[in-house]
């Protein structure tokens, strides 16, 4: 199994709070993405990010940053969290070689009350 | 607007049957296509994954068709197995070599022994 690491896995948070999440990854890739899952939308892309400092946003990125100041670090913060960013956070990584694959983490269960 | 499009949420298949999990895709560009597989609780795992140049990648119980002229591509399980009850995503990176892939909103596989 790839070495990621998602922290923490769950959360329980009020509205209005920030909230940050960390991925940690031993496998040396290069890119990393964070992704929510919610029920019928499948996985939704928030940001990735293709090296250390360079970050881009996904099709969701409202309401969401990132940073990534080592390569085995990616961090989302939810400045403000709403009720709508209730959800299951997937951390991702890929980049080894030519291969399109991505391996993901074990998932962050975050509830906004 | 989706480019990845897996228009059946559910799928049940009697244990030693066949399944068949579904995929469109809009983008004429892309030339690769991955499946990845979700059990409940963890992160979505890599399966199997299909260059345009070929029309059929097999691995085991597990073989994708690709269809280019369609826009289809399929994963075909045989025989299914209680274990493969799972949700499956259909994936496609950008065109061009990109790392950011555009996935399909998932099938939820039931297997019934």
């Known amino acids: 199994d790839a070495g990621i690491t998602q922290s923490p896995r769950h959360k329980v948070t009020e509205t209005g709070t920030p909230v940050t999440l960390r991925c940690h990854q031993t496998?040396?890739?290069?890119?990393m993405y964070w992704y929510r899952q919610d029920p019928g939308h499948g996985l939704r892309l928030i940001h990735y990010s293709y090296g250390v400092k360079d970050t881009d946003k996904g099709e969701v990125s409202d309401g969401y940053s990132v940073s990534r100041s080592k390569t085995e670090d990616f961090l989302l913060t939810l400045e403000s969290a709403t009720s709508s960013q209730t959800s299951v956070y997937f951390c991702?990584?890929?980049?080894?070689?030519?291969?399109?694959?991505?391996?993901f983490g074990p998932g962050t269960r975050l509830t906004v009350t | 607007d989706q480019q990845v499009k897996q228009n059946s949420p559910s799928l049940s298949v009697q244990e030693g049957r066949i399944s068949i999990l579904n995929c469109d895709y809009t983008n004429s560009m892309f030339d690769y296509f991955l499946w990845y597989k979700k059990y409940p609780a963890e992160g979505p795992t890599f399966l199997i994954s299909i260059s345009s140049i070929k029309d059929k990648n097999e691995d085991g119980r597990f073989t994708v068709f690709l269809n280019k002229s369609a826009k289809h591509l399929s994963l075909h399980i045989v025989p299914s197995q209680p274990g493969d009850s799972a949700v499956y995503f259909c994936?496609?990176?950008?065109?061009?070599?990109?790392?950011?892939?555009?996935f399909g909103r998932g099938t939820s596989l039931i297997v019934h022994p």
């Open positions: 496998e040396n890739h290069r890119y």
């Open positions: 994936a496609a990176p950008a065109a061009g070599g990109s790392y950011i892939p555009t």
């Open positions: 991702a990584i890929s980049g080894a070689g030519s291969s399109y694959e991505q391996y």
